[in-house]
């Protein structure tokens, strides 16, 4: 406790966004009990209702009430981006730690593939994926994942190079200490600080391409709701004579990545030694 109370002094714009977070991941997972209606009920005598009492952010073209899509929405980015850091973030630190500290060839090719996956917009590539594999969460999952996991792997790579010059690695080497000892009580634990505020950048960033992907209709397949098929589609076209209908999913995605934002930002001052001295 006496932790947390010194961050949120020493932080309390990072620790207003963890509560903005928590917030979100809270209501994603109590979406059902939260959720004032079914947010895949249609209601035509309800169409295009704007915020009341009733319905506190107004219906869509199908007579949707908008919170409860917004509240159940909350699953979808939160999933997305959960797991791109799990796989992604995770696969791209044990690469990114293997290629630095062993060099030789295994580093040139690993280095030569992520050229080649850097070389083209992140956004088109995977937006190419989806398209190859077709809509769905698990789909826009895995091609976000492909198109992150070289920028957190050569991040990763260039702190694994520096680790590997310390004297306290030589010293492991003679003393006899196998290399994959090395690598797992040495190395990447120097590599967790970056790990962490790469994972916060990832997340927030996996939220925006999942909900840019369901707006041009390539990510979460409609009725499911999500973030970015509320923005796109009826959102996008009925903007003018029902704005509610894009406004609360837009507020939503701008609240959740700016919090995880300020997150990444405190985790890089907190974890980075010379930042703390300042």
Not at 48 to 53: A, H, I, L, V
Not at 87 to 105: K, N, P
Not at 243 to 266: F, K, R, S, Y
């Amino acid at each position: 406790l006496g932790a947390v109370g010194s961050f949120v002094r020493k932080k309390p714009v990072a620790a207003l966004g963890v509560l903005i977070i928590l917030a979100w991941a809270l209501v994603a997972a109590a979406a059902p009990l939260v959720a004032p209606y079914d947010p895949l009920a249609i209601d035509h005598g309800a169409r295009f209702r704007p915020p009341s009492r009733e319905f506190l952010l107004g219906t869509d073209n199908f007579g949707r009430d908008v919170l409860s899509r917004t509240l159940y929405g909350a699953r979808v980015s939160l999933y997305v981006g959960f797991m791109v850091v799990l796989f992604a973030d995770t696969a791209g630190c044990i690469l990114g730690v293997i290629s630095g500290y062993l060099g030789g060839r295994f580093d040139f090719l690993f280095q030569r593939l992520v050229d080649a996956f850097m070389a083209f917009p992140m956004l088109i590539l995977a937006l190419t994926i989806v398209a190859v594999l077709g809509p769905s969460i698990n789909n826009v999952v895995l091609a976000i994942a492909v198109v992150e996991t070289p920028r957190q792997g050569r991040v990763i790579r260039a702190v694994a190079l520096a680790v590997k010059q310390n004297v306290y690695i030589e010293a492991a080497r003679a003393v006899g200490c196998r290399e994959g000892r090395i690598i797992l009580r040495h190395v990447l634990p120097q590599c967790m600080a970056p790990y962490l505020v790469m994972a916060s950048i990832s997340l927030g960033w996996a939220i925006v391409v999942e909900a840019s992907l369901s707006f041009l209709g390539l990510g979460t397949p409609p009725p499911l709701p999500s973030w970015g098929n509320m923005l796109g589609g009826f959102g996008r076209e009925f903007a003018e004579t029902a704005p509610w209908m894009a406004l609360a999913p837009g507020i939503a995605i701008t609240l959740l990545v700016l919090a995880i934002n300020l997150l990444g930002d405190a985790l890089r001052d907190v974890l980075d030694p010379r930042l703390r001295r300042l």
